[in-house]
């Protein structure tokens, strides 16, 4: 187990509706990334924070929104649901320092449905 | 052992063997590789990882190599056992890209039989 959890496990939902997902990264960890893994594909990055600011954005509408709070730990929003947007939602936490990359360890995901 | 020259979606063997899983990758400015493996309903696992000033990283039981003029990335898994059978993944990641965002590739899907 890395020590990334995410919550909740799964979750439906339907079109047009706004849906919050949390991830909790793993201790001593800094950054968090977010990625959508959509069935049978690789997984695809959505964004990620490091000391609370958005550091980086992947080809994602506005729609798709995020925190990271001062323990680190992060939110990813999506408003106005998509049925497109029903996928594995992947947290990724890792540890960071100037431009010096390091591994970046993987929760279990929260499988969203839209309807 | 069995091995493939070029990435394929799935890979059969047999417990014992050793694998070699490919991967392409497509950025010439990507100096930070990982492997990860993702068994079914679960997130990725990190494997092994591999920079740029590298050709060649062992850990247990495998290794990556790095071809920075073809741009190519392996894995080779040895003695695979039946615990192995999983959709394995090469990221890739580069100074100036987003962040630090890892670019995955396509999967490879590794069946093992006993």
């Known amino acids: 187990e890395t020590g990334v959890t995410q919550s909740p496990t799964h979750l439906i939902k339907t079109r047009g509706q706004q849906v919050t997902l949390r991830c909790s990264s793993q201790?001593?960890?800094?950054?968090v990334s977010w990625y959508q893994q959509a069935l049978g594909q690789g997984p695809q990055f959505i964004f990620q924070?490091?000391?609370?600011?958005?550091?980086g954005r992947g080809n994602f509408p506005p729609r798709f929104s995020g925190l990271q709070f001062p323990n680190y730990s992060s939110e990813l929003n999506v408003n106005a649901l998509e049925l497109d947007d029903s996928a594995l939602y992947l947290c990724?936490?890792?540890?960071?320092?100037?431009?010096?990359?390091?591994?970046?360890?993987f929760g279990p995901g929260t499988r969203l449905t839209v309807l | 052992g069995e091995s493939v020259g070029l990435h394929l979606p799935t890979l059969s063997v047999q417990e014992g063997d050793n694998s070699i899983i490919n991967c392409a990758y497509s950025?010439?400015?990507?100096?930070?590789f990982i492997w990860y493996k993702q068994e079914s309903g679960k997130g990725p696992q990190f494997i092994i990882d591999i920079r740029s000033n590298m050709d060649k990283r062992q850990g247990q039981r495998v290794t990556v190599l790095l071809n920075k003029t073809v741009k190519h990335l392996s894995l080779q898994i040895a003695a695979t056992q039946p615990g192995d059978s999983a959709v394995y993944f090469c990221?890739?990641?580069?100074?100036?890209?987003?962040?630090?965002?890892?670019?995955f590739g396509k999967g490879t899907t590794l069946s093992v039989s006993s």
């Open positions: 924070y490091y000391r609370e600011e958005e550091n």
């Open positions: 990221a890739e990641s580069s100074r100036g890209q987003a962040g630090t965002a890892l670019i």
């Open positions: 950025n010439s400015a990507s100096d930070y």
């Open positions: 990724a936490s890792s540890w960071a320092s100037g431009t010096v990359r390091n591994e970046q360890f």
């Open positions: 201790s001593g960890h800094n950054t």
